[in-house]
């Protein structure tokens, strides 16, 4: 099922986040506590935006709880907007490809979630990646798929638009094609300069979300699941919701794929 | 470039081939003599047939020359017909789903060449795949996508037609999309039954690939390159070939996926 | 803390053990229901017997649920004798070397448990390896160092006293520089002619261990938890027994390495 | 024989060294020019000082050029001192562990050479290293042993004696046990402060190394091999020598373990 754990704000050490906490990242990688799977190592990923435009990126398909380069690299890396991910897989091959996040220039994605029977139809999703950004299109999962699709749908100008209109498209083939839910998705996504999170499923059980300001770190993280157990301060991200987040300030818009999905 | 060895006979551990002989597929890992690049080092895999219809598969991305479970399968398991690769990547990634061979069913396909800018069609390339084989596309290599494309080709009734329409198929793209040599390939499948190799390139300019019989051993070898210096009975498959081989019976008859390409 | 799962009899494929009981070693990779982890991910391994007197062996750091090459390899290969593992670390680094089985010339070994405070005194266990023994030290674990000693100690003529000793020392440095419980042990361990079994614990908290003739398969295995829930026939080794096994026979020994650890 | 390059100066991205020159390191681990090995594909490894005492450190077991995580690492990260490392393993495993550098607290180390017929006396060289730093021997090599016991000789005060004597102690090791040459390196290591690197070989063939001093980036470089052809002004480090380099300044000393070791 996934979990993951993004931020933005004041520059801190990607450790603060990814392995600190009490309920970290990586603790939630064999304890997670609020989705249908405990265990998450099939995988992980850190994407962290510094002096480029473009993200550094370190994936690799190892349990995040034993990777020895993850704990040096995470209490040497100062970012000020990165995302992370342990991966449980819903089907697709454990391997580096698969994992997230999935980056393209200045763009970082990850996503908890999945789109219903999407091995029925991968086929067909593949075909709405456009022949421009198919070489980037390196592994076989939904989310990667999900990405490269929004990226067509130009999450350039419109990150809530164009995510809404894929997640649209995969929603009509999943009805068409695959089995539901449809969709479900928590999904964070980054241009290098805002954070972007949304929440959505087309059944109602949209896996959990969460944000809270660090007024000590400066900084906004957004997370699958609170990183300390007895911090109540934790605001949950209503569902069908996008949230543009820039540090302190969170804008929530409504996120409706099904409508699109219905009228087309 | 990739350099591979296949066998059928009497039934021998995998290691009289993969490893013993002085210039056996793991020493070709590191010091191949008739191909560009000496070292192909972006991982291995093996095919070998036993008990059940389908073959054992055991791929992975170290370089062939370092991996112990490696040295210790060929070393125990004894097979009458197997396929073992080492690869050098021509632009794809580095990852278990990339390695050779490729099994579906009771078929397996190693492949030595490329299709020419595969890069630049790998979308319409995908879209040859038949949704009922997509699934079994899980990587991103031009060898996997002409060997499900050969499936669909129709492999069981007719494995030469298949694997000539097929190729013929992306010989098209190649000129349509790519760049020039269109297509190299030398191939070796099998269903469990016969060994198939195959060696054709559209600019004349096709990998190496020899065969010999084995009296004490009572097998055939079909290798991209001689197991042994001064062994001078390895008899060479000519260009545009393919060949059945049914332990010492070798039928060879013509492989002309450029006159289909020129024909469509 | 690690399960394991081993087998002596009629030559089946590795995977009636590994794979396809419901409660197999695999679901007990992420399900265990008998130990403190129930997830044992940090790695697995296979020693299996054929034609050579030395076992197979394939070992890898990756959980054993996600892995393609174990899942080919056990549907492919039948023994008649095998030892299977899968590993939580109580310390160690993952790396294959610290994974078991580990093997020496015609032994193999596996160990679930450990010696208390390992790491204080590991100079002091690896030099109770003897010098030609030595180059066999690959890895950093309890488990191997135990082997080492116990080959040392004169496994080859006499499996329960050359462990029984070997456990000794542990226990005595275990006493002097580490901390209780001393040493909890089940492992398995084979000369490619008998199985060999063990279970104890110098506080009485011995990890789980089971074993059941199958008539329908002609073999027995010996297990860390039952394979099938509702399986009412496994039988319990008895904490402080050393069991060797010759297909349908069980002769069980007393283990008490805690009264020669006295004795010293 | 492995090949290293190391930084010290203002800070620049590590491919500034790794992977941008034309020669650069990554070029080396499949194309080295200077030693027996063209190919040094048994692993890689950053060690990179940053904001905290202790370096970062990302070392795997894949070939340097074939990882995108050591791409986008090298990409990303900014550092006024590093070491880097591509190896070819002269007997031991291939394993994360026994990739370099070694890091210890502030210390990282480096090194590119052997100690002849270490295999047969591991075990002695194992006793040199102290109970109190034996947590720290991970691996096998006999690279991180020379390491560990030049930390118990003193690296902190005295990092030109605590090698030579660490150096002293394993040439008479390999006389006694071993085979000659006894002793080759180049080796570079730091305390986060200064970069020290060293040249010396028991039997005159040392392995090669040069330093260059960069007045566009303002930093030196060290390096097995000049990372661009034709670069006609890099200096030569001479046999038996010790260098301290704080940025453009190098002070070079004797390097003389075989008179310590004959006096021994």
Known sequence: MCRWAAYIGAPIFLDEIVSRPGHSLIHQSHCATQCHTAINADGFGIAWYGERAEPGL????LPAWSDPN???LTAQV??????????????TATSRNNCHPFTHGPWSFMHNGQIG???????????????ELYPHR????????????????????????????ASARFIALSKAKGVGAYLRM??????????????YASDGNAPSLYYRWSETRGGMAVVSEPLEDGEGD???????SFCTIEREAVRV????????????
């Open 70 to 72: 993850l704990k040096s």
């Open 234 to 240: 934790w605001t949950e991200v209503p569902e069908y």
């Open 117 to 131: 029977g999407f091995e029925m139809f991968r086929r067909d999703a593949d075909m709405m990646i456009p022949e």
């Open 78 to 91: 100062r970012s000020g907007l990165f995302l992370a991910h342990v991966r449980a897989s819903t089907g």
């Open 138 to 165: 390196k592994g076989a999962t939904d989310s990667e798929a999900i990405f490269l699709v929004a990226l067509a749908e130009g999450l350039d100008g419109d990150p809530r638009g164009a995510l809404e209109r």
């Open 253 to 264: 818009e409504d996120f409706m794929p099904c409508k699109l999905a219905l009228a087309a």
């Open 186 to 199: 928590t999904a964070a996504l980054s241009d290098g300069k805002r954070l972007y999170a949304v929440r």
């Open 58 to 61: 370190y994936r690799d398909v």
